[in-house]
T-cell receptor, first 112, second 114 residues
Framework: EDQVTQSPEALRLQEGESSSLNCSYT??????LFWYRQDPGKGPEFLFT???AGEEKEKERLKATLTKKESFLHITAPKPEDSATYLC?????????????FGKGTKLSVKP | KAGVTQTPRYLIKTRGQQVTLSCSPI?????VSWYQQTPGQGLQFLFE???????NKGNFPGRFSGRQFSNSRSEMNVSTLELGDSALYLC?????????????FGNGTRLTVT
């Protein structure tokens, strides 16, 4: 069964304190791994798509990386405005029939 | 460019009733997909419509259905509501489809079933 597990569930950082969020996945034939950011009361906002192991993408203070079993979202010198829930999702060729499978998210709080 | 619009923002219904939610995608996007978000299960895929045809369906009972119109606007219907259907329902549009191009989400409809 295709699965996506995110850790930690919640993360509190001080402004400027870099860290990483983890997304572990089990999927038959990865067709893409996606990162989204969700602010309270809003729908998720697209951040990155990764397709193959070794691929990296960057946007401002965020950098996403992908291996064959997991993806990391690295946050460098975070600011309070980076506080949000970060969701990862995968899409595979197998049992999920190409549907998106989301993890439950990591809630990030950055204190000034 | 206007974003994805979902109406209504909030709904309160009684068990056994039915409900229809509406989603207007970004202009030019032919794919609309629907998701249920709850604290316990997280975000779960319901179904995707592309050019008026259902392309994919998640693991939800037949009480959940949808359709897409020729202008790409989409509706989702839930019949015989149960307490467990209380959730935030999100729709997303994309130009190429789920997983093929970035999803643009609306801010959701919060459904409460009493």
């Amino acid at each position: 069964e295709d699965q996506v597990t995110q850790s930690p569930e919640a993360l509190r950082l001080q402004e400027g304190e870099s860290s990483s969020l983890n997304c572990s996945y089990t999927v038959s034939g990865l067709r893409g791994l996606f990162w989204y950011r969700q602010d309270p009361g809003k729908g998720p906002e697209f951040l990155f798509t990764l397709y193959s192991a070794g691929e990296e993408k960057e946007k401002e203070r965020l950098k996403a990386t992908l291996t064959k079993k997991e993806s990391f979202l690295h946050i460098t010198a975070p600011k309070p405005e980076d506080s949000a829930t970060y969701l990862c999702a995968t899409r595979g060729y197998g049992g999920s029939q190409g549907n998106l499978i989301f993890g439950k998210g990591t809630k990030l709080s950055v204190k000034p | 460019k206007a974003g994805v619009t979902q109406t209504p923002r909030y709904l309160i219904k009684t068990r056994g009733q039915q409900v229809t939610l509406s989603c207007s995608p970004i202009s030019g996007h032919r794919s609309v997909s629907w998701y249920q978000q709850t604290p316990g299960q997280g975000l779960q895929f319901l179904f995707e419509y592309f050019s008026e045809t259902q392309r994919n369906k998640g693991n939800f009972p037949g009480r959940f259905s949808g359709r897409q119109f020729s202008n790409s606007r989409s509706e989702m219907n839930v019949s015989t509501l149960e307490l467990g259907d209380s959730a935030l329902y999100l729709c997303a549009s994309s130009s190429q489809g789920v997983g093929e191009s970035p999803l643009h989400f609306g801010n959701g409809t919060r459904l409460t079933v009493t």
